[in-house]
């Protein structure tokens, strides 16, 4: 099974800074890495899929690099609507289809 | 709008049956594969099961395998989940996604679309 570790666990940053979170998968996934935010209480959301391509209406201040093992998102320009918990998931090697662990974006 | 409206939760013995359903609008229903992704209570997301656009094709988590059913009514543009043999390590939330990928037999694997869930408690 194909385990996503992200890291760090608890981003702590200010609104208004950016933020970078990483996700390393144990094996090699190509571009099929996708990231999802959750708030408090609701269900997950796409941002990136294919690794840096943004979901239908997602700003542009979210955005996705990497491929192979390392990926990264950027939230540049924090709102205080991101704080949040975001996942990484591989989609490359399946089934299962695996999420990492989660990020949580604090103020 | 896509909308996914899960139901169906509740509090159930350990042993017992359940059948969650997630009932579908806003998108051609019979064109996309739909997963399920369970959540237990403060952790992170496990892929459960995913059935294929016309049903005929689904995938289980080891952890499920055996004890839950994935199935399909594109008439009724809904998706079931049966669980059998419940555990307490069941009890999560239990959310039904839409697949990105049209017509892909397994689902592309991302989920472009999320129902607001529906909880299940495992527990005496």
């Known amino acids: 099974e194909m385990v996503m570790t992200q890291s760090p666990a608890t981003l702590s940053v200010s609104p208004g800074e950016s933020a970078t979170l990483s996700c390393r998968a144990s094996q090699s996934v190509g571009s099929n890495l996708a990231w999802y935010q959750q708030k408090p209480g609701q269900a997950p959301t796409l941002l990136i899929y294919?690794?840096?391509s943004r979901a239908t209406d997602i700003p542009a201040r979210f955005s996705g690099s990497g491929s192979g093992t390392e990926f990264t998102l950027t939230i540049s320009s924090l709102q205080s609507e991101d704080f949040a918990v975001y996942f990484c998931?591989?989609?490359?090697?399946?089934?299962?289809?695996?999420f990492g662990q989660g990020t949580k974006v604090e103020i | 709008q896509i909308q996914l409206v899960e139901s169906g939760g509740g509090v159930v013995q350990p042993g017992r049956s359940l059948r969650l359903s997630c009932a579908a609008s806003g998108f051609t229903f019979s064109d996309y594969g739909i997963h399920w992704v369970r959540q237990a209570p403060g952790k992170g997301l496990e892929w459960v099961t995913v059935?294929?656009?016309?049903?005929?094709?689904?995938?289980?988590a080891d952890s499920v395998k055996g004890r839950f059913t994935v199935s399909r009514d594109n008439s009724k543009n809904t998706v079931y989940l049966q669980m059998t043999s419940l555990r307490a390590e069941d009890t999560a939330m239990y959310y039904c996604a839409k697949d990105l990928g049209r017509r892909y037999y397994f689902g592309h694997g991302v989920c472009d679309y999320w129902g607001q869930g529906s909880l299940v408690t495992v527990s005496s």
């Open positions: 294919d690794a840096s």
């Open positions: 059935i294929s656009y016309d049903g005929s094709n689904n995938k289980y």
């Open positions: 998931q591989q989609y490359n090697r399946w089934p299962p289809w695996t």
